[in-house]
């Protein structure tokens, strides 16, 4: 069994910064791609920004430039440090994870449980 355990959200004001974290643990082999997507109220979930083991990075638009995803391979741990955040990227945000597990062959997708992120105006 996989887990995906996220920290770091909070209510933060206009300008300020947040940085997320998401350990994976469990019957790991190896992870191919961690990321972040986000879910605002009413609105579809949305990819934020995804990191492979080899370094290379994809973002949003509206996040590059203020958000920077990176990963620590030997702790199976994903981060998302955003800076200059703003009232809309207000939303909970949601780490995965596309890995490979230790017995099966398959890869598989697993989610952690959600982090809040609130930025006031």
């Known amino acids: 069994q996989v887990q995906l355990v996220e920290s770091g959200g909070g209510l933060v004001q206009a300008g300020g910064s947040l940085r997320l974290s998401c350990a994976a643990s469990g019957s790991i082999l190896s992870i191919n791609v961690m990321g972040w997507y986000r879910q605002a109220p009413g609105r579809q979930r949305e990819l934020v920004a995804t990191?492979?083991?080899?370094?290379?990075?994809r973002y949003l638009d509206s996040v590059r430039g203020r958000f920077t995803i990176s990963r620590d391979n030997a702790k199976n741990t994903v981060y998302l440090q955003m800076n200059s955040l703003k009232p809309e990227d207000t939303a909970v945000y949601y780490c995965?994870?596309?890995?490979?597990?230790?017995?099966?062959?398959?890869?598989?997708?697993?989610w952690g449980q959600g982090t809040q992120v609130t930025v006031s105006s």
């Open positions: 995965y994870a596309h890995l490979q597990e230790i017995g099966p062959t398959t890869l598989r997708s697993y």
């Open positions: 990191i492979t083991r080899l370094g290379s990075v």
